[in-house]
Nanobody
Framework: VQLQAFGGGLVQAGGSLRLSCKASGMITSVFWGSTLAWYRQGSGEQRELVATFGPDRNTNYADSVQGRFTISTDNSRKMIYLQMNSLKPEDTDVYYC?????????WGQGTELTVSS
């Protein structure tokens, strides 16, 4: 199983961007039953949970992104998305996707977002 995150880039403050994460080699039932999440991490900082999408399809967000970011999935394509609106310079970070299912714990490589002021 491999998670591949992509879609990062340079955006002006107030702009929008969508991150994507492809889960390869994961059977559909495992993807469907996984807790999917996005994290972010700045240089020298701890990795921070941004958003989760549970197998019950419930979503949760960090207070700092609530109302601006939306996590979603496409089960048929085994994709995890993070739609980011009203971006702020403090959203600048490396973003990671994650899928957990029982003892299985998969991380994608990071994709970097830079928000310019």
């Amino acid at each position: 199983v491999q998670l591949q995150a992509f879609g990062g880039g340079l955006v002006q403050a107030g702009g929008s961007l969508r991150l994507s994460c492809k889960a390869s080699g994961m059977i559909t039932s495992v993807f469907w039953g996984s807790t999917l999440a996005w994290y972010r991490q700045g240089s020298g900082e701890q990795r921070e949970l941004v958003a989760t999408f549970g197998p019950d399809r419930n979503t949760n967000y960090a207070d700092s992104v609530q109302g601006r970011f939306t996590i979603s999935t496409d089960n048929s394509r085994k994709m995890i998305y993070l739609q980011m609106n009203s971006l702020k310079p403090e959203d600048t970070d490396v973003y990671y996707c994650r899928a957990t299912h029982g003892s299985r714990d998969y991380w994608g490589q990071g994709t970097e977002l830079t928000v310019s002021s």
